[in-house]
């Protein structure tokens, strides 16, 4: 499938594992294909993304703040784990901040896989792409495969900027058929 992506689609994809490495995820998801379509330079994803509020960095700071933290303090408080009495007994023991070091994840190596959520964006790219009789598979067809996901991690990331998917699937599909 990948040998009908156009060089902004294959980069998107490359910038997806790159963001999701970074962030030291094993494995890259649809909103890591979301960042790598917004990391483009130019085009009519990257364009509806700005329209609608978005940039590459405060994306991907974002991104980071939902997937950074692994813990769920309501849940460990249902079990009777209280988190910050756990931080002052550490910090009491072996100093402020003992808890604050460098992330503790290793950053994968070599190959990262795609998630399901990821492989059925990239599967709906190629629908988009079907569907808009189109040669082949652009960074814009990968951004209405990933907004076709619903639900997702992406749809999460867009929401908390008050962004709306369908909204945003509408916007760029205008687009798409202005620019034909």
């Known amino acids: 499938m990948f040998e009908r992506f156009s060089p902004a689609a294959r980069d ?3 910038q997806a594992q790159v963001v999701a490495r ?6 890259i998801g649809s909103e890591h294909v979301l960042l790598g379509v917004l990391w483009q ?3 009519p994803a990257r364009e509806a ?3 609608a509020g978005l940039d590459y960095p405060t994306a ?3 991104l980071a703040q939902l997937v950074g933290d692994e813990l769920d303090p309501q849940a460990l ?3 009777g784990i209280d988190l910050d009495e756990i931080r002052s007994r550490v910090e009491r023991t072996f100093g402020e901040g003992a808890l604050d070091g460098p992330d503790r994840r290793p ?3 070599g190959h990262i896989p795609f998630s399901k959520g990821a492989k059925k964006a990239l599967e709906l790219s190629l629908r988009e ?3 808009l009789r189109s040669g082949g598979i652009d960074a814009e067809h990968v951004l209405l495969g990933v907004l076709g996901d619903v639900g997702s991690l992406a749809h999460r990331l867009l929401e908390s900027f008050a962004v709306d998917p369908i909204r945003l699937r509408n916007d760029l599909r205008g687009r798409l058929r202005a620019s034909a």
């Open 12 to 14: 998107s994809v490359l």
């Open 22 to 27: 970074e962030l030291r995820q094993p494995m």
């Open 41 to 43: 330079d130019s085009g």
């Open 49 to 51: 993304l700005v329209a």
């Open 60 to 62: 991907r700071e974002r």
């Open 77 to 79: 408080a249902s079990l």
């Open 107 to 109: 950053e994968p190596r």
């Open 129 to 131: 792409a079907i569907n």
